[in-house]
Structures are given as structure tokens and as C-alpha cells.
């Protein structure tokens, strides 16, 4: 055990150095990737222009019917129009393909249903 101490304390300080320095690096990390994510969100909130169709943060979709320089009016159905904060918009609506649109509009099925037949 004396040999450890002895072999520590004669050590020239690197492990002390990266036990302090690593957490500092990773603190630093993080703070600089929530920066390049805040300002990712300033720009797209600062480019919002009436008619863009957007997702808010509590799941609501709608256009944008008119700004202010913090309420955004959305539309989210026709004729129901909601005043938001527009810190609330999260980005642009997602937009569904036009395969997806179309294999749901019309399932394919093998024959119809027959509702008095046995083997049904």
C-alpha cells in the first residue's frame, strides 16, 4: 500500500489534470451545442411569414394567418383561428407522401365482405 502512495505522490500531476479537466470539457460541450441549438431556433422563429404551415410545441398544426412581433395567429381549422406566443412554434409542419396519402385513401383488399356468407 505504501508503494501505491509512494508511486502516486511521485506522479507528475496528468491524472489530477484530466480528473479536473475532462468534466470542464464536458460542461463546455454541452453549453456550446445548446447555443448552436438556440440560435437554430431564433432563425427559423425570425423567418416565419404568414402563410407557412407550421407544428407548434404542444402538437397543434395550422398556417400562419398574421404576426406580431410576439403573437402568431394559426388557423387549425377553417374558421377556428388561435392566438399563440410565437415562441410556441416549434418548426414547419411535417408533410405527409404522396404514397402514404394514397395507400391509405384506397386499402386493397381481396374481395369484399359478404356479410351472410358462413366462411367469412
Do not use: C, H, W
Amino acid at each position: 500500500m505504501s508503494s501505491f502512495v509512494a508511486a502516486a505522490a511521485t506522479s507528475n500531476g496528468t491524472s489530477t489534470l484530466l480528473i479536473f479537466a475532462l468534466p470542464v470539457l464536458l460542461i463546455g460541450y454541452m453549453f456550446i451545442t445548446q447555443r448552436r441549438r438556440q440560435k437554430a431556433v431564433m432563425s427559423m422563429q425570425a423567418d416565419l411569414a404568414v402563410g407557412d404551415e407550421v407544428t407548434t410545441t404542444s402538437g397543434f398544426l395550422g398556417r400562419i394567418t398574421a404576426l406580431d412581433d410576439g403573437i402568431a395567429t394559426l388557423e387549425i381549422s377553417p374558421g377556428v383561428k388561435v392566438r399563440l406566443d410565437r415562441r410556441a412554434i416549434a418548426g414547419s409542419a411535417p408533410t405527409a407522401s404522396a404514397s402514404n396519402l394514397a395507400s391509405s385513401r384506397n386499402p386493397v383488399t381481396d374481395t369484399p365482405s359478404d356479410p351472410t356468407s358462413p366462411t367469412d
